[in-house]
């Protein structure tokens, strides 16, 4: 049983085109596949940087100061509202740039949910008082909106996902994560301190060679 039927078939010369226009087909669709796959990687390479830029900066020194100067404002019983405009606005700006990012494509959403879901609602529940307050005195609602649109977009996931609703523990009891960020921020100044020691002290050499020539005679 023949199940192709190759009879008066060229694959050369004329009568060949079907076999040659067929050919390129699979060439191009080859050359697509592989311009494909170099693109994923190339996104995939691409996320991978920007979590990690995203981890680096979130790490930083400034970053973990701007938090610290929040939690040492909680602990002094300042109202949320008014919080110390210096770290509440960095800290604020950098979940608005996250958000922005998220909202606009330049990051995925369900990655970014994957890692940032607590800390983001966690840090917006406790900074809205203080994004409302700003938004009243400049009578502008689109102050930090990209944020608080994140961590709407994070409670709708949990809501989705079947997760329990992420709650702040953080109001009551900020000195545990005051001791934590200034434990951390010494360890970034330790590594920034130079340590200047004495230089060794270079012998003699005519005292080297007199010791050797003494060690000669003996």
């Known amino acids: 049983?023949?199940?192709i039927n190759t009879e008066g078939m060229s694959f050369i010369g004329p009568g060949s085109e079907w076999f040659w226009t067929a050919l390129s087909g699979v060439v191009l669709a080859l050359t697509f596949l592989a311009i494909y796959r170099q693109l994923a990687i190339a996104r995939n390479a691409g996320a991978r940087e920007e979590f990690a830029s995203l981890e680096r900066e979130w790490a930083s020194e400034r970053q973990m100061r701007y938090r610290l100067g929040i939690f040492v404002a909680l602990r002094d019983g300042t109202d949320l509202a008014h919080l110390p405009e210096g770290p509440?606005?960095?800290l604020?700006?950098?979940?608005?740039?996250?958000?922005?990012l998220a909202?606009?494509?330049g990051i995925g959403r369900k990655a970014l949910y994957g890692?940032?879901?607590v800390i983001c609602q966690e840090w917006w529940a406790t900074m809205a008082p203080y994004a409302r307050n700003v938004r009243d005195e400049a009578g502008d609602d689109a102050i930090?909106?990209?944020?608080?649109w994140l961590a709407g977009f994070m409670a709708e996931m949990d809501?989705?996902?079947?997760k329990a609703s992420v709650g702040v523990t953080w109001l009551d009891a900020p000195e545990k994560q005051i001791v934590y960020l200034a434990s951390r921020i010494h360890t970034e100044e330790a590594l920034r301190t130079v340590i200047v020691a004495s230089p060794s002290v270079v012998p003699d050499a005519s005292a080297m060679t007199h010791a050797a020539g003494a060690t000669a005679d003996a």
């Open 103 to 105: 909202r606009n494509g």
């Open 92 to 100: 604020m700006n950098w979940w608005e740039g996250v958000a922005q």
């Open 1 to 3: 049983m023949k199940f």
């Open 115 to 117: 890692t940032y879901r």
């Open 159 to 162: 809501r989705r996902t079947g």
């Open 88 to 90: 509440a606005t960095g």
């Open 144 to 148: 930090f909106e990209d944020f608080e």
